[in-house]
């Protein structure tokens, strides 16, 4: 089954070039079925990589998605035309109301700043509070998975000395996640960030499960069931070229940073790096919609009703 989009979106274009299933959203509106109904709310400056990104993820699932983009109310991007947001992304005021199968939070270049420092925060919060009501399952993505599970339960993050960068090894610690469903006892994944959760912090709060850790980098992967909610600190998400972009694009500013280890083969930056986390990057999304699938009420307005 496909992902449905608007047909002017720049992902539709984009996916269909892929071979993945996309349906409009006109020609989705003719169908008697239902479909999941997953909102992204993007806080990435480069909106479209970051749509198309995730829209490449949840739309090679066998289950028909009605795709959402949201933004921060008052927040304005620089980085993405204004007639782009105008015309495909609403503001959280504007779908508050409405009841989603799944929401994405994406991380933010902002990860310096303390949580209440950040200008949308007050909102950010509201949208926390509101997915309890209103969304079957959320997805906190980098640092939007570091703000989201600060905020209900208080576990910190801490600025590294030195940037977490690279395709950094990590470890299976919950085969039996439905979540985890046809992963490797270990496996690589992208990492970008300047700080990090630790290990006993989390383990400190009851309630959160660390399903993937790594030696290097710490907890990748937290379940909070309470919450129905997934945290994940680092980013299946990312193309082949994104971490590259983001070396070019520091060595271009003259900013200190390392090479993204185990990333270009002999961590030679001249030559074309490999994606070794695609295969793993579709089961784990592939696995959230299937728990969406599974636990969530036919009748949308049940959402949120027990819990």
Excluded at 60 to 76: K, N, S, V
């Amino acid at each position: 089954m496909p992902i449905t989009l608007p047909s002017n979106l720049p992902a539709y274009d984009v996916l269909s070039r892929e071979g993945v299933m996309v349906m409009s959203d006109t020609r989705a509106a003719r169908q008697d079925i239902r479909p999941i109904k997953i909102g992204l709310l993007n806080l990435m400056p480069k909106k479209i990589q970051t749509e198309n990104q995730f829209a490449r993820l949840i739309g090679a699932t066998p289950l028909q998605i009605d795709f959402r983009l949201i933004r921060m109310t008052e927040h304005q991007t620089r980085n993405t035309a204004a007639e782009h947001m105008e015309e495909f992304y609403k503001p959280f005021q504007e779908v508050k109301d409405e009841k989603f199968d799944g929401l994405i939070i994406t991380g933010a270049p902002i990860e310096h700043l303390p949580f209440e420092d950040v200008t949308y925060w007050d909102e950010l919060c509201e949208v926390f509070d509101w997915t309890q009501t209103h969304v079957q399952s959320t997805f906190g993505v980098c640092w939007g998975g570091m703000a989201m599970i600060n905020y209900f339960h208080g576990v910190p993050k801490h600025i590294l000395d030195h940037k977490a960068f690279g395709c950094i090894r990590h470890r299976n610690c919950a085969p039996a996640s439905p979540y985890l469903r046809g992963f490797s006892d270990d496996l690589v994944m992208p990492v970008s960030r300047w700080t990090e959760l630790r290990r006993d912090e989390i383990l400190a709060k009851p309630g959160l499960d660390i399903l993937l850790d790594s030696t290097e980098t710490g907890p990748a992967l937290v379940e909070d069931a309470a919450h129905r909610a997934l945290y994940i600190f680092n980013h299946f998400e990312y193309d082949s070229g994104t971490l590259k972009e983001e070396y070019d694009r520091d060595v271009a500013a003259g900013k200190p940073i390392n090479v993204p280890v185990n990333y270009y083969p002999g961590d030679d930056p001249t030559r074309a790096p490999m994606n070794r986390w695609r295969s793993h990057a579709h089961l784990l999304y592939g696995n959230w919609i299937n728990e969406i699938y599974q636990s969530t009420p036919y009748d949308m307005n049940e959402i949120g009703a027990t819990g």
